[in-house]
C-alpha cells in the first residue's frame, strides 16, 4: 500500500510502481492518482516475502532522495500480502 503526503513527487511514485513494482506506465499513473486522490493506493498483491522485499525496496528508494513516502503491506483476504 502506498500512502499520500505533501512532499513526496507524483513523478517519483509513477517511478516506485514502474520500476520496484513493475507496472506498466498507465497503470502506475493510475495508482499514483488514486493515492494522491483517496490517500491510499494498492500497489500490487504478493507473497508474504516478496511484498516485504519490496516495500523495503520502495522505503529505501524514498529515503536516499528525502522522499517520507509510507509504503505498508497488509495480508488481503486469501492470506497473501497487499
Do not use: C
Not at 8 to 27: A, M, S, Y
Amino acid at each position: 500500500l502506498l500512502h499520500n503526503d505533501d512532499y513526496t513527487t507524483q513523478d517519483f511514485v509513477v517511478w516506485v510502481l514502474e520500476e520496484i513494482f513493475r507496472k506498466p506506465p498507465g497503470e502506475a499513473r493510475a495508482i499514483m492518482l488514486s493515492v494522491h486522490q483517496s490517500g491510499l493506493g494498492v500497489a500490487g498483491v504478493y507473497t508474504h516475502d516478496v511484498a516485504s522485499t519490496k516495500v523495503q525496496a520502495a522505503t529505501h528508494a524514498a529515503e536516499s532522495q528525502d522522499f517520507p513516502l509510507l509504503v505498508t503491506m497488509e495480508p488481503d483476504s486469501h492470506g497473501r500480502s497487499k
